[in-house]
């Protein structure tokens, strides 16, 4: 046996890797003519296409495990999360998932949104602790091992900010930028209801109030019948331990509910009669109606979807067939039906879902679709398995005003022009 | 038959495991001294609320030196949230929402600004510049007068604009 086989020796060895950002650097550079650049990069292309022999298959690619954790490919790079326009810091601040790259339903542990309030701290696993207190009558403290001696559960569902999609969104355009606030991941950890119950809850008990060991202690009071039912003390995120930007190495994960109360880098949950009232519950996070009173504990997202293909910022390459698709999600439970109209609204046709079809989870539809080169404009509506319909903007604004800043669910149409651009038909 | 008992018995016996396990006996008792360290939040009653106590005069010091940085000399923002004014402007079509015209209990103030603020060293102000900030916000917003002393009595008895500026979740009000 290769006694070199599990090992990374070749570390000065040329790669295609290195040779790939030796040119990237020059292009970017831009010290040699554009288009000369071009030619040469048709002239490199065309010698890789048939009936040519691929330059890379006539040496060795990179090493096994040359990233022991690995990377996608350089080709890729401009698949990222993406901060909108310039934070006035970015320890408060939000960064969005680019749904229009993304396949399937299951975000990367990389490209899952993120919204801090106090930035992302570094936690010793081994120095976190978690303390259940207030009304129960054993409070108890653990350690990240005890929570993983409790019988585990895993679930895949949807996480989406309540700040999703603006009520003033000028300037957006792609499907980044307009709506990604929402990612999906497979959750694992233990049922909160078991941990609880090891407590001992107490029959006054109405509210949990969890309590983030980040530097804004962010602090969320969630019902204690929600805390029973579904909510999940999560350490894992896509089968790896959380990530440091979701609350490594503990979130509180609570389904269908606003992303900002599944509290990231969780230290308490105090067991109350009442809320606490946390800025987080009355400053941020209520919705302000038109005549002056403000929806608070607004908790549940409603039914919405997106479509991601065509989207904003895309291109139609053709005439012809494209499969328009994209993602519908509902904090209620599942999606119901998808309903795709390729004509402004007028008429809508159902969209075919992709399976699995699972509650409070991203939900991928499909619709086949033959565009003639005219303008156009698409959209989509979920709904759910209670019934319910995702609204227009127009009714949405009607209802809301424009100041509610969060729980803004219309749906989202797009316009092609006859030069195959996609753009945001709202803006 | 046979194999449905089978599996019948084989389903009670791990419903019996499982509630002999209902007690995991997993965890360590929390001592009063730990969670008081880590309890730092505040009821709208103030229940939790610590001793100590701070005036505007003092609070000013405080805010000029550790919170104009990021909220502007007089709480008109800048890095950090407007904190003043907006009173009355919650229907206009641009309203303003501060500490002043929005928030419904000074409790939740002192409750934030001890946890989360200064941003850049959260958790450094003893509770006695916590009380006296939180009162010289207040004054800023006409909320209290000027030389008014907080503490944990008189922190939960200020009436703020907004109080019953709040309505429960009526959703859903739009879709069928």
């Known amino acids: 046996m290769d006694e070199f086989a599990d090992r990374d020796v070749d570390v000065d060895q040329p790669s295609r890797r290195n040779f790939l950002k030796g040119s990237t650097a020059a292009i970017g550079g831009g010290i040699v003519g554009v288009a000369g650049l071009a030619t040469a990069a048709q002239a490199q292309q065309a010698n890789n296409l048939p009936p040519n022999v691929p330059e890379w298959m006539t040496y060795p690619g990179d090493d096994t495990a040359h990233n022991p954790y690995g990377l996608p490919s350089p080709y890729e790079e401009h698949v990222v999360r993406k901060v909108l326009g310039t934070p006035k810091t970015y320890s408060a601040a939000s960064s969005r998932t680019p749904l229009q790259d993304l396949d399937g339903i299951i975000t990367p542990n990389g490209l899952h949104y993120e919204r801090h309030h106090g930035g992302i701290p570094e936690i010793d696993p081994a120095q976190h602790r978690l303390m259940i207190f207030g009304l129960v009558d054993r409070p108890l403290v653990f350690t990240m091992d005890d929570l993983k001696r409790f019988p585990s559960v895993s679930r895949i569902h949807m996480m989406e900010c309540s700040g999703n999609q603006s009520f003033t969104a000028t300037g957006r355009n792609t499907a980044q930028e307009l709506m990604g606030l929402v990612s999906c991941a497979e959750w694992t950890g233990v049922a909160l209801k078991t941990v609880l119950e090891e407590c001992g809850v107490q029959s006054n008990a109405r509210w949990v109030v969890a309590e983030g060991a980040d530097a804004a202690a962010m602090t969320r009071s969630i019902p204690l019948e929600k805390c029973l039912d579904d909510v999940i003390l999560a350490y894992s995120q896509n089968g790896e331990r959380i990530r440091p930007e979701q609350g490594y190495p503990l979130r509180i994960f609570v389904p269908g509910y606003e992303g900002n109360m599944s509290v990231k880098w969780l230290r308490s949950l105090q067991v109350r009669e009442e809320p606490i009232y946390s800025r987080e519950e009355t400053s941020k996070y209520t919705d302000l109606l038109p005549d002056g009173h403000s929806r608070q504990f607004s908790f549940m997202m409603e039914a919405k979807s997106i479509i991601t293909y065509p989207s904003g910022g895309q291109q139609l390459s053709a005439q012809g067939y494209h499969e328009i698709s994209g993602l519908a999600w509902s904090g209620y439970g599942k999606i119901e039906r998808v309903e795709v109209s390729v004509d402004g609204g007028e008429t809508w046709q159902e969209a075919q879902l992709q399976d699995p079809v699972l509650p409070i989870c991203l939900t991928r539809f499909r619709l086949p679709w033959a565009w003639e080169g005219e303008p156009v404009t698409i959209m989509s509506r979920a709904i759910d398995e209670t019934g319910y319909v995702q609204p227009t903007l127009e009714a949405l604004l009607d209802a809301r005003g424009r100041n509610s800043v969060y729980h803004n669910h219309a749906i989202q149409p797009w316009a092609i022009a006859a030069n195959g651009e996609v753009s945001n038909a709202n803006a | ?176």
Not at chain 2, 14 to 43: F, K, R, V
Not at chain 2, 47 to 67: I, K, W, Y
Not at chain 2, 152 to 172: C, H, K, Q, T, Y
């Open chain 2, 1 to 176: 038959m046979r194999m449905r008992d089978g599996l019948l018995s084989a389903a009670i016996v791990l419903a019996s495991t499982a509630a002999a396990l209902a007690d995991y006996g997993i965890g360590t008792p929390a001592t009063p001294e730990e969670i008081a360290g880590w309890n730092i939040s505040i009821g709208r009653d103030g229940d939790n609320l610590p001793a100590g106590s701070g005036d505007t005069v003092a609070g000013a010091e405080v805010f000029e030196q550790r919170c104009s940085a990021c909220h502007g000399e007089s709480g008109e923002g800048g890095i950090g949230d407007r904190l003043v004014g907006g009173q009355g402007t919650l229907s206009d079509e641009r309203p303003i929402k501060t500490v002043g015209s929005y928030w419904p209990y000074a409790t939740t103030l002192f409750d934030y600004i001890r946890r989360a603020m200064p941003l850049d060293s959260p958790q450094s102000l003893s509770a006695d510049e916590v009380y006296a900030v939180s009162a010289y916000i207040l004054m800023l917003n006409g909320i209290v007068d000027e030389g008014t002393v907080l503490d944990a009595d008189s922190l939960p008895a200020i009436e703020m604009p907004n109080r019953d500026g709040f309505v429960l979740d009526d959703r859903p009000d739009v879709g069928q």
